[in-house]
């Protein structure tokens, strides 16, 4: 669901849009990363240990919620999904994303 907020001011009319939470690929800024995380949906059991540890990294919080990466449970296998503000933990200086270490099963490593 978007929403669409206008405002008005003397000088110019100017429109503030965002969009729903789904994530929507940008193949461009997906290539010029210097590294990448491969999914292997197939060993994920949905633990969603990878969510709690990016948000932690990323917001000091305990909310998967605010991860910047998405698990579903689809069975019988996972669907696991990066959003577009996800930078491999790059900007945190990290050498491992945080939900590569975290994941107990291996269904997330770097390629």
Do not use: Q, Y
């Not at 978007?2 to 994530?23: G, I, M, N, Q």
């Not at 994920?44 to 000091?60: K, R, Y």
């Not at 669907?79 to 933990?89: A, G, K, R, S, V």
Request: aromatic residues 6%.
């Amino acid at each position: 669901m978007a929403w669409v907020v206008a405002f008005r001011s003397k000088e110019r009319d100017f429109c503030l849009k965002t969009t729903s939470f789904k994530s929507k690929p940008n193949f461009e800024k997906k290539k010029s990363r210097s590294r990448r995380i491969v999914p292997m949906p197939e060993r994920c059991t949905a633990c969603m240990l990878c969510m709690v540890a990016c948000a932690i990294e990323h917001t000091g919080s305990l909310n998967p919620s605010r991860a910047r990466l998405r698990v579903n449970n689809m069975l019988p296998m996972a669907e696991i999904t990066f959003l577009e503000e996800c930078d491999f933990c790059e900007s945190l200086g990290a050498d491992v994303p945080a939900c590569v270490k975290k994941c107990p099963k291996g269904a997330l490593r770097l390629g």
